[in-house]
């Protein structure tokens, strides 16, 4: 009997169940009787109705040998008890149990590489969890899932031992020792059988390397299956837009040391011959529009095989089938081999097959956002033709929003209906809002404390609300806003700022004078077509200086001891057709802003205008092109207000010179510290931007070189080139936790007259 339980308590939890129905057989054949009453026995923290309601027998049924098995095999299916027994006294029903022990706690020791959340949630996910049953199999399983989680991140060596600890009432502490150990790196990348590229020029194309300076950033020495598939795509990718038609990966071989500490990958393919494009023909039904598709391909004749451009020319043929309500559309490009010649012939093969209507159209994975702040970025509807066009612009649209990390459409046919198609809009939601307490470190502004709370998806409405509080030396905002995208059904949307900013322009000393400026305003955005937005606004502004101790304010500022107060009309137009707000890589952005004052103290004309253009070289280097250009006017006789001035340098302007000091000099008389900015601008940029050296294509982590001119105008100066100062410079930006980060180190290269120098730079949250 002994050997039988010690070896009853090895089987799997299944098993057992099965077994002791089996075994119980015989001490349930008893004769046939009418159960009167049923009891249960054993129970410590299981509720008695938890029992009643699993039994299949019941009071008043007869109960039989084969009642008596069923009832085991539910009680054992819960899950919830080691043992169960059946017994019968008279006509009354008796059943055992032993309940298994519930976890009451877990714990891990050792614990480095990962947070405990997230093996929590892991063991979570296999059933360990706190309050659930337990049983050795599910601690076994534990082990191999904690250890899964380990080599995930190429700690292969990494060793688990759970340790199990009786408490009170049936239960149980479950603790979890890790040892971690070190990670495997890659020790060698070899590739075999390439003659046509060096290993080198093949091993840049990985993000899998064997180690450099900055690996304890990237990670990129530590070995991973998902990433050696990558990169493995990506070698396939090189050859095949190389004309090497044939090329195949033929096998890829992992080792590891004895140790676990170190791997080395090897990479065997035939590269095949590489064969030239010959020409390119259509073939199939094209929707009489022959000429219309042919200038759609982008495989050039006379030029290397390219799969690339086989690929987007597919691609485009399939999408502007769309465009015409052809949702199935099949499209494929044929080879024909000269293997002789090394030449290569497509025929593009089409089938629109039929035309389809989109029946409906539905939203999943929006736990929090409201479906209508979805639905009402649609451009394709229900009930309407098929339109490739439409819902390519309708996923953008909903990507823009900022609300999800992924948005992904999903053409679904109806079943018994040929001409007509469901989509699926799947999107994955991301926190939208922050709280944020911390300080900051500028080379100008010294420490600054900082506020925040934003939410750009209130309540799931998709309104914006934000209050920002900022100090620092010479620098103190208070800002309000909130933002409805959609005022109106047709997607003006409408704002309400409220700000109260103080500067001190005299950096020399904090006890200097003060700028203060108080306004409230309010602006509408009406979308003109699907990437340009037009602004229209007013504020009503106060400003007024402030003298403090020891410095008085020029004599230019004097007038404004006295608050002097503006109502600006704003008008605004935007247009960004760039790939990403805050890495951009590709594309253009253009703002134009203008506000004019009729009305108060102050009458003037503002208008600035911006121009960004983001061109790739190659997929790791991008340039960068930037132009500022303002002017300012002074109207009904009076001059333009100093306070509205614009001012040049620094970061955000031109780099290698110090914050808001290039312009007109101060007056006879004034502090050589005082700098009033201009009534005109001009501003350009010029930047060359490459991945940091060791940190792979990590867009996030980057440098880059620049060249920086500009500088602010007076009101009697003209606009000239040759008044610019010029800087030339290095810089790292890094999408840090905190934001943008940017430093740059300049030498000023073309240097006016007053202008004062500052080469190393750096602050959170600017652009060129």
């Known amino acids: 009997m002994n050997f039988f339980d010690s070896r009853f308590h090895c089987m799997p939890f299944a098993i057992k169940a099965v077994a002791c129905a089996a075994l119980s057989l015989p001490a349930l054949a008893v004769e046939p009787f009418t159960v009167r009453d049923i009891r249960v026995e054993g129970l410590q923290r299981i509720e008695p109705g938890t029992v009643f309601a699993s039994l299949p027998v019941r009071v008043g049924d007869r109960y039989t040998t084969d009642s008596g098995a069923a009832a085991i095999r539910a009680l054992f299916a819960l899950g919830l008890f080691k043992d169960v027994r059946l017994e019968t006294q008279g006509d009354v029903l008796v059943v055992v149990v032993e309940e298994r022990p519930s976890v009451a706690l877990v714990e891990f020791v050792g614990l480095k590489e990962f947070d405990k959340d997230v093996l929590t949630k892991a063991l979570r996910d296999i059933g360990l969890a706190e309050g659930r049953p337990f049983d050795k199999a599910l601690a076994d399983r534990a082990e ?33 020792t890790i040892t971690e150990g070190g990670p495997a790196k890659i020790g060698q990348i070899e590739i075999v059988g390439n003659k046509a590229f060096t290993d080198q020029t093949l091993r840049d194309q990985f993000n899998l390397d064997t180690g450099g300076w900055m690996s304890w950033y990237t990670k990129s020495d530590r070995y991973s299956r998902t990433k050696l598939n990558a ?52 073939e199939g039904n094209y929707l009489d529009r022959d000429d219309e598709f042919k200038a759609l391909i982008k495989i050039a004749v006379g030029k290397p095989y390219n799969a690339e451009t086989v690929a987007e020319t597919t691609k485009a043929f399939t999408e502007y089938f769309g465009k015409f309500g052809f949702a199935f559309a099949r499209v494929e490009a044929k080879p024909v081999i ?76 109806v079943p018994g209906a040929q001409d007509q198609v469901d989509l699926l809009f799947t999107v994955t939601e991301k926190p939208t809002g922050s709280i944020s307490l911390g300080a900051g470190f500028s080379s100008i502004e010294k420490v600054a404390l900082n506020f925040g709370i934003r939410q750009d998806n209130a309540f799931g409405s998709g309104n914006f609300l934000a209050l920002e509080v900022n100090t620092s030396r010479f620098n103190q905002n208070l800002v309000v806003s909130t933002t409805n995208p959609y005022y109106t059904q047709n997607g003006i949307s409408r704002t309400f700022d409220f700000f109260h900013r103080t500067t001190r ?79 951009p890589t590709r594309g253009a952005l253009q703002r134009f802003n203008s506000d004019v004052s009729l009305a108060g103290d102050l009458h003037y004309a503002r208008a600035n205008y911006q121009f960004q253009q983001y061109i790739p070289l190659t997929k790791k280097y991008t340039f960068a092109f930037n132009a500022d250009v303002g002017l300012g006017q002074g109207l009904n006789g009076q001059a333009f207000p100093l306070l509205k001035n614009y001012y040049v340098g620094g970061l955000g302007s031109v780099r290698g010179f110090e914050r808001n000091t290039l312009g007109p000099p101060p007056k006879t008389g004034e502090a050589v510290t005082f700098f009033p900015g201009g009534s005109k601008k001009l501003v350009f940029n010029a930047e060359f931007i490459t991945p940091f050296p060791g940190a792979g294509n990590d867009k996030t982590l980057r440098l880059f070189g620049f060249t920086d001119a500009g500088r602010a105008f007076d009101a009697s100066e003209n606009m000239s080139l040759d008044k610019l100062s010029v800087s030339a410079g290095v810089g790292l930006s890094w999408i840090s936790p905190m934001g943008p980060l940017r430093f740059s180190y300049a030498m000023p290269v073309v240097k006016q007259t007053n202008d004062r120098i500052q080469r190393l730079q750096f602050q959170i949250g600017t652009s060129f």
């Open 144 to 176: 191999q899932e904690l250890k899964r989680q380990y080599i995930s991140r190429s700690l292969y060596g990494a060793e688990v031992v759970s340790t199990t600890t009786p408490v009170d009432r049936n239960r149980v502490n479950l603790t979890f």
């Open 231 to 282: 990169d493995l795509e990506a070698l396939r990718s090189y050859y095949l837009s190389r004309g090497f038609l044939e090329f195949r990966i033929d096998s890829t071989q992992v080792a590891m040391s004895p140790n676990k500490q170190e791997m080395s990958i090897t990479i065997n393919v035939t590269e095949g011959e590489r064969f030239v494009t010959s020409g390119v023909s259509l």
């Open 505 to 583: 322009p005299f950096f020399g000393n904090i006890n200097s004078y003060r700028i203060i400026n108080t306004g409230l305003g309010t602006r509408f955005g009406v979308p003109v077509t699907e990437t340009d937005t037009v602004f229209l606004g007013v504020n009503a502004e106060q400003t007024h200086v402030k003298e403090g101790i020891g410095i008085q304010a020029p004599d230019r500022l004097r007038e404004y001891l006295d608050a002097k107060t503006a109502l600006p009309i704003t008008v605004g137009w935007a247009r960004d057709r760039r790939d990403s707000a805050l890495v």
């Open 338 to 413: 000269d293997r002789q010649n090394n030449r290569v012939q497509f025929v593009l093969q089409a089938e629109p097959s039929r035309r389809a209507y989109v029946r409906r159209i539905q939203v999943a994975g929006n736990d929090r956002t409201r479906d209508e702040v979805i639905r009402r970025e649609f451009r394709q509807l229900e009930s309407s033709w098929y339109d490739g066009d439409k819902i390519r612009l309708s996923r953008d649209r909903v990507d823009r929003l900022g609300y999800f990390t992924s948005v992904n459409v999903e053409t679904m046919e």
